[in-house]
T-cell receptor, first 113, second 111 residues
């Protein structure tokens, strides 16, 4: 059974802080994603990684960066948190062959005050 | 890039009735169309998907139809039950494993 975990379920940070969100998957998936979920806007792709140290910008990368030093771990970094980054952040992973099913983590509810 | 529009944004149905959610997409190169269900406080999970070489797919009470010419696809839930209450997202592939998601439909099944 695929397991995708995220470092925190809830996080409260102050404006200007550097924030790290971590995602770990245990199924040797090559592809990993960070999404942001806001009511009425669905799931919007922030960044995508298709291999270790490889990354691609998604639809809304501004204000975010990512790190993938190991295959199982994909980190999202908010360099200087702002109140408009208050949101639910979801990580997902998928194999490179066969099923295209994305497996999601439980999400991190980030509040920036 | 791919743009997926989803309607309606909210849907309330009586238990036992059917629910239909419709999505349109913009990129004719898209070939994979999954549907995800997200129950309150839980992570999205794939419930059914369809590829462009198939017009319809069914799994028990849920079915998905695809019209590639018109670039739209729909989710049909029959004999709705309280456990069908959730947010449903449609999506279309951008390339390889990237997806573009619709805005979501909140389905409420009234007992």
């Amino acid at each position: 059974d695929v397991k995708v975990t995220q470092s925190s379920r809830y996080l409260v940070k102050r404006t200007g802080e550097k924030v790290f969100l971590e995602c770990v998957q245990d199924m040797d998936h090559e592809n990993m994603f960070w999404y942001r979920q806001d009511p009425g806007l669905g799931l919007r792709l922030i960044y995508f990684s298709y291999d270790v140290k490889m990354k691609e910008k998604g639809d809304i990368p501004e204000g975010y960066s990512v790190s993938r030093e190991k295959k199982e771990r994909f980190s999202l970094i908010l360099e200087s948190a702002s109140t408009n980054q208050t949101s639910m952040y979801l990580c997902a992973s998928v194999w490179s062959s066969g099923s295209y099913e994305q497996y999601f983590g439980p999400g991190t509810r980030l509040t920036v005050t | 890039g791919e743009n997926v529009e989803q309607h309606p944004s909210t849907l309330s149905v009586q238990e036992g009735d059917s629910a239909v959610i419709k999505c349109t997409y913009s990129d004719s190169a898209s070939n994979y169309f999954p549907w995800y269900k997200q129950e309150l406080g839980k992570r999205p999970q794939l419930i059914i998907d369809i590829r462009s070489n198939v017009g319809e797919k069914k799994d028990q009470r849920i079915a998905v139809t695809l019209n590639k010419t018109a670039k739209h696809f729909s989710l049909h839930i029959t004999e709705t039950q309280p456990e069908d209450s959730a947010v449903y997202f449609c999506a279309a592939d951008i390339n390889d494993y990237k997806l573009s998601f619709g805005a979501g439909t909140t389905v409420t099944v009234r007992a």
